[in-house]
């Protein structure tokens, strides 16, 4: 089965700041990698979908790259909205699994 | 609007089964496969398994083959989740997400794009 490490594990920032989470798969899987944000309390939300594309309706301060093993998702400037924690997520397609990183806990400073 | 609501919250005692429902309105629920996700207090989410609402066909995630059931009720556009053989650590948020997925000359484009509120489900003696 393929694994998804996150790092780091939480951080603080500061409102304004530039925030980058990163993803790294066991295998390669292409760009087939998402992410989610999950604020307290509430369902996860879907931001990011294959890799790099922008769900509609979500502010274009978040945004995702990478192929193959490596993924970096990135807040350009930092809200107060934001906080939350972020998963990633691939899948595979023969058989369909879906697995999903440990999370990264997003704070203000 | 496009929505699963889920039902409510549940307390089993150890050794019991739990089944959660989860209802789709706003979109044909035979037109997308429906996922269950689980998150234990404080902890990350975790894949349990899918549902095909078309066809019934379904694949569980390896630690819960055997002791999860998912099935569907095509006329009242609803999916469930049975779990039997609870345990303590089953205690969790359960919910269920709609799996939007197409493919094309890139290859196969799938994310959970809608989910439900989410489903309590306490593992007490």
């Known amino acids: 089965d393929i694994q998804m490490t996150q790092s780091p594990s939480s951080l603080s920032a500061s409102v304004g700041d530039r925030v980058t989470i990163t993803c790294q798969a066991s295998?390669?899987?292409?760009?087939?990698l998402n992410w989610y944000q999950q604020k307290p309390g509430r369902a996860p939300k879907l931001l990011i979908y294959d890799a790099s594309n922008l769900e509609t309706g979500v502010p274009s301060r978040f945004s995702g790259s990478g192929s193959g093993t490596d993924f970096t998702f990135t807040i350009s400037s930092l809200q107060p909205e934001d906080i939350a924690t972020y998963y990633c997520?691939?899948?595979?397609?023969?058989?369909?699994?879906?697995?999903f990183g440990p999370g990264t806990k997003v704070d203000i400073k | 609007q496009v929505q699963l609501v889920q039902s409510g919250a549940e307390v089993k005692k150890p050794g019991a089964s739990v089944k959660v429902s989860c209802k789709a309105s706003?979109?044909?629920?035979?037109?997308?496969?429906m996922h269950w996700v689980r998150q234990a207090p404080g902890q990350g989410l975790e894949w349990m398994g899918w549902?095909?609402?078309?066809?019934?066909?379904?694949n569980y995630a390896q630690r819960f083959q055997g002791r999860v059931i998912m099935t569907r009720d095509t006329s009242i556009s609803t999916a469930y989740m049975e779990l039997s053989r609870l345990r303590f650590d089953d205690t969790a948020v359960y919910y269920c997400?709609?799996?939007?997925?197409?493919?094309?000359?890139?290859?196969?484009?799938?994310?959970?794009?809608?989910w439900g509120q989410g489903t309590m489900v306490t593992v007490s003696s």
């Open positions: 997400a709609r799996e939007r997925s197409y493919y094309d000359s890139s290859g196969y484009h799938d994310a959970f794009d809608i």
């Open positions: 997520q691939q899948h595979d397609n023969l058989p369909r699994i879906f697995t």
């Open positions: 295998q390669d899987i292409s760009n087939y």
């Open positions: 549902i095909n609402p078309n066809s019934g066909g379904t």
């Open positions: 706003g979109y044909t629920f035979t037109n997308y496969y």
